[in-house]
């Protein structure tokens, strides 16, 4: 579920930071500038786990900030597919259920990925699972295991203003999702199992 990517940047050190020893001012700031965002085909980065190698740093005219070239290692969150892995249901429709970690809420289960029998209850809004006439349902905020089966990129480029004003919201796209699946044997709600 998590992998260490090697990465390597320039970051530059603002002079407040200049008293903090030069390791801690350098995964501060490689913390702000990656934590909680995606890089394209890595994944979610979670945080440094070390730095490898930095250079000198060199300090920017008029700016007074230090430029350091920095090799380093995040934790990335990227599950392989095949995985299974431990969330909650977020939330149900007709199109699937979303699947809620703690820190990532982009996977869907869509209903032809679940146990066959299963369909939406729209009364009670979530899904049901009919296994020869007992009903099983999938409720809001239940412990599930799922298998991970594809994960989607979305490349988020800059759009001008005049294309951000045509763009509505559901064309926004998560610049990273992953569908998964629930019907194997001991996959579904923990309790069923």
């Not at 390791?23 to 980065?45: F, H, M, P």
């Not at 699972?129 to 480029?157: K, P």
């Amino acid at each position: 579920m998590f992998i260490l990517s090697t990465i390597s940047d320039l970051v530059q050190i603002e002079p407040e930071d200049f008293g903090k020893p030069s390791i801690e001012a350098i995964k501060d700031n490689v913390n702000t500038k990656y934590s909680n965002k995606v890089i394209q085909k890595i994944g979610l980065c979670i945080c440094v786990y070390d730095v490898l190698k930095a250079s000198d740093g060199l300090i920017g005219h008029g700016t007074g900030t230090a430029n350091v070239n920095v090799v380093f290692r995040l934790v990335v969150f990227r599950p392989f597919k095949g995985e299974i892995i431990l969330g909650r249901i977020g939330s149900a429709s007709e199109w699937g259920m979303k699947i809620h970690l703690e820190f990532f809420d982009e996977i869907l289960v869509p209903p032809n990925l679940l146990f066959p029998g299963s369909y939406f209850n729209v009364k009670e809004q979530c899904w049901v699972w009919d296994n020869d006439g007992a009903e099983y349902f999938y409720d809001r905020n239940e412990w599930v295991r799922i298998r991970i089966e594809q994960e989607h990129w979305h490349d988020q480029s800059p759009t001008s203003p005049f294309e951000r004003e045509a763009e509505t919201v559901t064309e926004r796209k998560s610049p990273y999702s992953i569908v998964a699946s629930m019907m194997q044997s001991a996959l579904g709600p923990a309790e069923w199992w």
